[in-house]
């Protein structure tokens, strides 16, 4: 039992562990020029220097609610306003800037999810995924697919654009039996 | 009635996750070129994929799974994500893949069930 909590401390250790995750990707032109390999993949984990916790957390176990499912759900109109509201009032006269935009995505998942927490709804575990792109004459598809609990999780989605940019949010609303 | 998981409370894995999803995307677009007439069925089956892959695993998760496919045309793209959840036992990972003619960016989250 000892070595199963070692193992799990030092995988906890790696990887960050503060209640605020805040990751970033960028997609950057590659060099026209495509020699040795077609096609190429790539993993990164989220992790952002000064998020990590010291001591290291063993997981809780919750007692049983005796509830049959969510007593107030997710508010999905309420959360698009609020999506709407932060993407116009951040992006509106921006242009696109790489710098710029890599920065903004950060802070506008991390105001969005200030205020989706502001609303205190019970039992709700919040994701926030932001991407901001540059308006060329590309083609883009965004997709997702979800497993889970249908009666009590949902999600929020927005699109903000301008003469330069594009941005797309989410907000995935899961519920914790 | 037997507990699948009963007791030991699993972390999310990144690595495997991550080489699942590798996995699905090459199977789906491995060697193709952009051609927008395949994308919505690329990303829907990407997704699907990755997701029977993931819940194959056995683990006890619900999941999330994010794809973007971009033409590549000199634009640029950022994102970003932010989550209020357990991170002792929930997490995520993002696969980023490209070749010749497109970007292909693929994101799982899982939220752990009580068990």
Same mark, same amino acid.
């Given at each position: 039992?000892?070595?199963?909590?070692?193992?799990?401390?030092?995988?906890?250790?790696?990887?960050?562990?503060?209640?605020?995750?805040?990751?970033?990707?960028?997609?950057?032109?590659?060099?026209?020029?495509?020699?040795?390999?077609?096609?190429?993949?790539?993993?990164?984990?989220?992790?952002?220097?000064?998020?990590?916790?010291?001591?290291?957390?063993?997981?809780?176990?919750?007692?049983?609610?005796?509830?049959?499912?969510?007593?107030?759900?997710?508010?999905?109109?309420?959360?698009?306003?609020?999506?709407?509201?932060?993407?116009?009032?951040?992006?509106?006269?921006?242009?696109?800037?790489?710098?710029?935009?890599?920065?903004?995505?950060?802070?506008?998942?991390?105001?969005?999810?200030?205020?989706?927490?502001?609303?205190?709804?019970?039992?709700?575990?919040?994701?926030?995924?932001?991407?901001?792109?540059?308006?060329?004459?590309?083609?883009?598809?965004?997709?997702?697919?979800?497993?889970?609990?249908?009666?009590?999780?949902?999600?929020?989605?927005?699109?903000?654009?301008?003469?330069?940019?594009?941005?797309?949010?989410?907000?995935?609303?899961?519920?914790?039996? | 009635?037997?507990?699948?998981?009963?007791?030991?409370? +699993?972390?999310? /894995?990144?690595?495997?996750?991550?080489?699942?999803? =590798?996995?699905?995307?090459?199977? @789906?677009?491995?060697? $193709?070129?952009?051609?927008?007439?395949?994308?919505?069925?690329?990303?829907?089956?990407? +997704?699907?994929? /990755?997701?029977?892959?993931?819940?194959?695993?056995? =683990?006890?998760?619900?999941?999330? @799974?994010?794809?973007? $496919?971009?033409?590549?045309?000199?634009?640029?793209?950022?994102?970003?994500?932010?989550?209020?959840?357990?991170?002792?036992?929930?997490?995520?990972?993002?696969?980023?893949?490209?070749?010749?003619?497109?970007?292909?960016? $693929?994101?799982?989250?899982?939220?752990?069930?009580?068990?």
């Amino acid at each position: 039992m000892s070595d199963l909590a070692k193992e799990k401390a030092a995988r906890l250790l790696k990887k960050r562990g503060s209640l605020s995750s805040l990751g970033s990707h960028d997609v950057r032109t590659k060099e026209p020029a495509w020699k040795a390999k077609d096609s190429i993949s790539t993993v990164s984990y989220i992790d952002e220097p000064g998020h990590h916790d010291d001591i290291p957390r063993p997981a809780m176990q919750m007692e049983n609610t005796y509830q049959l499912g969510p007593t107030k759900r997710f508010p999905v109109l309420t959360v698009q306003d609020i999506l709407k509201d932060v993407l116009a009032s951040y992006l509106q006269e921006e242009k696109y800037e790489p710098e710029l935009c890599r920065q903004m995505t950060k802070t506008i998942s991390e105001v969005v999810k200030a205020r989706v927490k502001d609303m205190m709804i019970p039992r709700y575990k919040v994701i926030v995924v932001i991407s901001i792109g540059q308006l060329t004459d590309q083609n883009m598809r965004m997709g997702s697919r979800c497993l889970w609990d249908a009666a009590s999780d949902t999600f929020s989605s927005h699109t903000f654009k301008n003469s330069s940019l594009f941005a797309v949010a989410n907000v995935y609303g899961v519920y914790f039996e | 009635m037997e507990e699948y998981h009963s007791g030991d409370e +699993v972390a999310f /894995s990144p690595d495997e996750a991550s080489n699942a999803v =590798k996995e699905c995307i090459e199977g @789906v677009i491995g060697g $193709v070129d952009y051609n927008q007439n395949n994308v919505n069925q690329w990303t829907a089956r990407i +997704v699907e994929h /990755s997701l029977t892959q993931l819940v194959k695993q056995g =683990k006890p998760f619900k999941y999330i @799974v994010n794809c973007a $496919v971009m033409q590549k045309s000199g634009a640029g793209l950022h994102t970003a994500n932010s989550c209020y959840w357990d991170t002792t036992t929930d997490g995520s990972c993002t696969v980023r893949w490209e070749n010749r003619t497109m970007y292909c960016v $693929v994101g799982v989250f899982a939220v752990a069930i009580a068990l």
